[in-house]
Nanobody
């Protein structure tokens, strides 16, 4: 059974940083594109970042590009999201997801496994 468990969320002031972690269990991590999504109150879930199996190819949404960094540690079955220069509009529940895709993708429907989410709150 595949499980994804996020951690590292919390309350931070604008301009601060947080690092989210997503620990995975099961065999999915070795063949998965991994992604981070977020959902703010009253809004639909949106793509944040994605990383391919090798870790060499990443993609980001416009609002987070140049501020967030996605990475993965394959031997530890963990994917990370380093979030810098945080803004109040980054406040959301952040979800980790795994996909069978070969290439990074922002397409939510391509991700078949999801974590339960971790809350990130950025105060102004």
């Amino acid at each position: 059974q595949v499980q994804l468990v996020e951690s590292g969320g919390g309350l931070v002031q604008a301009g601060g940083s947080l690092r989210l972690s997503c620990a995975t269990s099961g065999r999915t991590f070795s063949w998965s594109v991994m992604g981070w999504f977020r959902q703010a109150p009253g809004k639909e879930r949106e793509f944040v970042a994605s990383i391919d199996l090798s870790g060499r190819t990443t993609s980001y949404s416009g609002p987070v590009k140049d501020r967030f960094i996605i990475s993965r540690h394959n031997t530890q079955n963990t994917v990370y999201l380093q979030m810098n220069s945080l803004k109040p509009e980054d406040t959301a529940v952040y979800y980790c997801a795994a996909s069978r895709a070969v290439f990074t993708t922002p397409n939510e429907s391509a991700y078949g496994y999801w974590g339960q989410g971790t809350q990130v709150t950025v105060s102004s």
